[in-house]
């Protein structure tokens, strides 16, 4: 546990403190108090962006969480067909990099985009394009969370309101809602927080319209103030942790909506419900794959709009400037790394904390550190980490510039939700099994090895995945300490768009998801095989 809780502080807790030191000192490291924070409220342009996050991710995450519930509701309380579809095309936006719907907004809405006149004059480069940009990445996150609270009731709920001719209206908000509140309340501050630390949208499609995240990184790369960036860091980070904080008080007055003697729910067919329910999923369903679609026609097209011949060209990355197959393939290589070693770290981190039989107050901090980097944006993360592993005197300062930092940023940024997976699936094995081990002598490495592991391998590819996925999507995380051998798929992406090669970066973003979609398909296929040889046990 020690080792595990090392690699935490040192990961996690000495670069945000190195950070937040940073932010209090001047460019020649003399401390000088507050004066950096007053020159950034005195500064209105600076503090207009913070305003500007707030509005897009207000405004943003109503239109997603509402579009979700929705969605959510046709999915679990309803009887429409194709189910398994509208489910499949939910969870497309997980595969791409957030920068993909910003270069797919260009080509659709863009000064030379095909549906520009849908906006009635309006830009696209500004907030109307980072809401729309943002809704569509963040959309199957607060889709997943609000399933799982719709799909959690008791039909006897619904019966006795049928029983006493309560209509459908007065039902919705006195059972459907209240039981699934808490639901929504964390896909809000989930989908709020996602949209406030987001760097890709606004980076590719807000055009002059700032926020605090395009600011750390002008602050940063363009003008090389790295104490402002550090103020700035510190300013996106505080609502991050306030919206986690009131999350987590919020999830601990949660109580249990499903008792021992519970029902499970099973819609009912409704013609009219069902038909409504069908067209609006639709029309989700269209948008998404639209934005999808529009950024896999545009890496196939020659020059865009004046010679729209199909051609493959825009995928023979080594003419960009931008970055080359090199970068695809360090993509790879990081993701599989992190998965690995992301997995096992995680899982072995959580298993000393639900299972570990000393240190109790120990395991608690643990699991209290465990959780904070889900409130650190990774821009923050990113940060901090080049204040913390740049420094000379740092005994790891080695492994800044190579691959490994990479690597350990990654596993840092999507730490909690891994360990929270974890955690439940090593909560659901009972005690009783490290105590007939300790019963029969055996080490605890044993008992680890031949009875813990096997039974949560599902979860362990679950949190593999995740990690994976993740690594091959983000940008935030590593925008700032990637070196010139390790530049990565997602930053190529993003320096393609800004050398203006918006074609590669569309090619470049589309082979992300095809290696994303490729390891879902893996992913399923290996979860089915294990589920036969190791999981027997559950069916018998």
Not at 185 to 204: E, M, N, Q, R
Request: hydrophobic share 55%; net charge positive.
């Amino acid at each position: 546990m020690l080792a595990i809780g090392a690699f935490l502080v040192v990961c996690v807790l000495l670069p945000l403190y190195s950070m937040l030191s940073k932010s209090f000192e001047n460019a020649d490291g003399d401390f000088i108090g507050l004066a950096n924070y007053a020159d950034y409220f005195s500064t209105p342009a600076l503090f207009l962006s913070a305003i500007n996050s707030l509005y897009v991710s207000v405004t943003a995450s109503v239109i997603v969480l509402v579009t979700a519930f929705v969605y959510g509701y046709a999915l679990t309380r309803s009887c429409m067909p194709f189910k398994w579809f509208f489910k499949l095309v939910a969870l497309v936006p997980l595969l791409t990099p957030s920068l993909l719907s910003g270069i797919s907004l260009v080509y659709w809405f863009g000064k030379q985009g095909v549906a520009k006149e849908l906006l009635f004059g309006e830009l696209i480069y500004g907030p109307i394009g980072i809401i729309i940009g943002s809704a569509y990445w963040v959309f199957p996150h607060a889709l997943m969370i609000v399933i799982t609270a719709l799909t959690i009731t008791d039909a006897r709920l619904y019966e006795a309101a049928t029983a006493l001719r309560t209509g459908t209206l007065r039902t919705f908000f006195t059972i459907t809602l209240p039981g699934c509140k808490y639901g929504l309340i964390s896909a809000g501050f989930v989908t709020f927080t996602l949209i406030f630390t987001d760097f890709g949208v606004p980076k590719v499609i807000g055009g002059n319209y700032n926020v605090l995240a395009t600011d750390i990184y002008k602050q940063v790369i363009g003008q090389q103030n790295f104490e402002m960036g550090a103020v700035v860091s510190m300013i996106l980070l505080l609502p991050a942790v306030l919206a986690f904080t009131v999350d987590r008080v919020v999830q601990k007055k949660q109580v249990a909506l499903l008792s021992a003697q519970a029902v499970p729910y099973r819609p009912k067919p409704k013609r009219k419900r069902d038909l409504c329910m069908l067209v609006f999923c639709s029309i989700v369903a269209a948008l998404i794959l639209l934005m999808i679609g529009m950024a896999q026609y545009a890496a196939l097209i020659t020059f865009w709009p004046y010679n729209l011949e199909f051609t493959l060209a825009n995928y023979d990355f080594d003419l960009a400037n931008g970055g080359g197959w090199d970068s695809y393939f360090n993509s790879i290589r990081m993701a599989l790394y992190t998965a690995a070693f992301g997995t096992v770290i995680i899982f072995f981190g959580a298993y000393l904390v639900e299972k570990g039989r000393r240190f109790i107050a120990g395991r608690s901090i643990f699991h209290a550190i465990a959780m904070l980097p889900l409130a650190v944006p990774g821009m923050v993360l990113g940060l901090s980490y080049i204040f913390f592993f740049n420094n000379p005197s740092n005994p790891f300062n080695f492994i800044y510039g190579t691959m490994a930092i990479l690597v350990v940023a990654t596993i840092t940024h999507f730490y909690t939700v891994s360990h929270l997976t974890a955690v439940t699936a090593l909560k659901q094995m009972d005690a009783e099994f490290e105590s007939v081990g300790a019963s029969l002598k055996a080490p605890f490495y044993r008992t680890f090895a031949r009875v813990t592991v096997p039974v949560c391998m599902p979860a362990a590819l679950d949190i593999s995945m995740y990690l994976f996925l993740n690594a091959m999507t983000t940008v935030s995380a590593v925008v700032f300490i990637y070196s010139s051998d390790t530049t990565l798929a997602s930053v190529a992406v993003l320096n393609m768009d800004d050398q203006g090669e918006i074609a590669f970066a569309a090619a470049m973003a589309m082979m992300i998801a095809y290696t994303c979609a490729g390891a879902r398909i893996l992913h399923a296929l290996l979860t089915r095989s294990i589920m036969r040889t190791t999981q027997a046990w559950r069916t018998s």
